[in-house]
C-alpha cells in the first residue's frame, strides 16, 4: 500500500530564513511524486514533480525537492522565504498501478515572519 | 491561458435544497476530478471522469453525483445538502490520468448550507 506522510502540520520561519518542509512516502516501487501549494481561497497550484529522472528537481517560486529512495523520503526546500510563501503545502504520492490513486499528505501550514 | 474554471466561487444554499456546481477547462485534458476539501484538511477525492467512463470513489455518498455532457464540462450534483456538505470543491484536470502528469485545478466553489 501507498502512504504519504507530512512530518509537520505548521513550520514557522522568518522571512528571508531557510524553508524545510518534510514529507515521507510508502511504496512498493518508485512512486511518481509532487509538492502542490494552496493559498487562501485558491485551488492547488503545481511546485515541482519527481518522475524517476534526477533525484533533486526543481520547482516554480525557488523551491526544490530532493527524492531520497534510502530514506523514502521528499523534502521541500527554498533558501529564502518571502511573505509570499505563507500557504499550504500538500505532499502528493501517485500511482496508476491497479487502479487510479492519488495520495495526499494531511498538508503543512507555512507562516512566514516580517 | 488554458485554465479550469469554476463557477460560481461561492454558493450558498438551503438544507436540503439541490445544487449543482460547475467546472470547465480549456487545456483539452481527458480527466477530470471532483474533490471535497473541508477547512484545514486536504482534499478528499469524490470521482472522477475518464473521458466518459466514471469512476466513483467507493466512500463517496450517494447524495453526490456528476455530469459530463462534453471535454470541456463537468458538474458536481448535489442532491439533498446536508450541513456536513459545507466546503470547498475542487476540480482538476489530467492530460490522461498517467501516475507522472500532475493535476491542474481550479480555483474552487466555496458552498455554504443555511
Known amino acids: 500500500a501507498q502512504s504519504v506522510t507530512q512530518l509537520d502540520s505548521h513550520v514557522s520561519v522568518s522571512e528571508g530564513t531557510p524553508v524545510l518542509l518534510r514529507c515521507n512516502y510508502s511504496?512498493?516501487?518508485?512512486?511518481?511524486l509532487f509538492w502542490y501549494v494552496q493559498h487562501p481561497n485558491k485551488g492547488l497550484q503545481l511546485l515541482l514533480k519527481y518522475t524517476s529522472a534526477a533525484t533533486l528537481v526543481k520547482g516554480i517560486n525557488g523551491f526544490e525537492a530532493e527524492f531520497k529512495k534510502s530514506e523514502t523520503s521528499f523534502h521541500l526546500t527554498k533558501p529564502s522565504a518571502h511573505m509570499s510563501d505563507a500557504a499550504e503545502y500538500f505532499c502528493v504520492v501517485s500511482r496508476n498501478t491497479g487502479g487510479f490513486k492519488t495520495i495526499f499528505g494531511a498538508g503543512t501550514r507555512l507562516f512566514v515572519k516580517a | 491561458d488554458a485554465m479550469v474554471i469554476q463557477n460560481p466561487r461561492y454558493q450558498v444554499t438551503q438544507f436540503g435544497k439541490p445544487v449543482t456546481l460547475s467546472c470547465s477547462q480549456t487545456l483539452n485534458h481527458n480527466v477530470m476530478y471532483w474533490y471535497q476539501q473541508k477547512s484545514s484538511q486536504a482534499p478528499k477525492l469524490l470521482f472522477h471522469?475518464?473521458?466518459?467512463?466514471?469512476?466513483n470513489e467507493a466512500d463517496t455518498p450517494d447524495n453526490f453525483q456528476s455530469r459530463r455532457p462534453n471535454t470541456s464540462f463537468c458538474f458536481l450534483d448535489i442532491r439533498s445538502p446536508g450541513l456536513g456538505d459545507a466546503a470547498m470543491y475542487l476540480c482538476a484536470t489530467s492530460r490522461d490520468g498517467g501516475e507522472n502528469q500532475p493535476q491542474h485545478f481550479g480555483d474552487g466553489t466555496r458552498l455554504s448550507i443555511l
Open positions: 471522469y475518464y473521458d466518459k467512463d466514471f469512476n
Open positions: 511504496s512498493s516501487y518508485s512512486p511518481s
